[in-house]
């Protein structure tokens, strides 16, 4: 075992973007979902992109599953369906990257790891909110 230093993350929450994104995989679709998302089985089980949130979070925000919302950091805001998911801790938002219309990781902090050379996608500030209700066409 040997002990390292914590450097913290390069982005934190703050008063304008109090909560933390992460991003990452889902079990019925991998990686960018090239081949996963075109598998009738899996698509049918997870076929829309959603941002997960721990259910007093969701109360906090006045927002119910089912809900789009729009998440947004310092680089860019997408709209999203909201799932409840008491997994996730309160204060974080989850979003899978594989789907390209919901495009988690064009908001995520491209600062690289100082070691690992790597972008920190797993941790960035972000702002959640009910989406604006769109007018019937």
């Not at 997994?87 to 974080?92: I, R, T």
């Not at 789907?99 to 959640?128: H, M, R």
Request: overall charge negative.
């Amino acid at each position: 075992f040997v002990p390292t230093e914590l450097l913290p993350p390069d982005e934190l929450p703050d008063p304008d973007y109090p909560m933390v994104l992460s991003t990452g995989r889902m079990l019925e679709h991998w990686h960018t979902g090239a081949i996963t998302r075109r598998a009738t089985v899996l698509d049918a089980l997870e076929p829309e992109a959603v941002a997960s949130l721990h259910p007093r979070e969701m109360q906090r925000l006045e927002v119910w599953p089912g809900d789009q919302i729009t998440v947004t950091t310092r680089r860019g805001t997408i709209e999203i369906t909201a799932r409840s998911d008491r997994d996730v801790p309160e204060g974080m938002v989850f979003i899978p990257f594989c789907f390209a219309e919901a495009a988690a990781n064009l908001l995520t902090n491209p600062q690289l790891d100082p070691f690992g050379k790597i972008p920190e996608f797993k941790f960035c500030a972000a702002k959640v909110k009910a989406a604006e209700k769109k007018a019937a066409e």
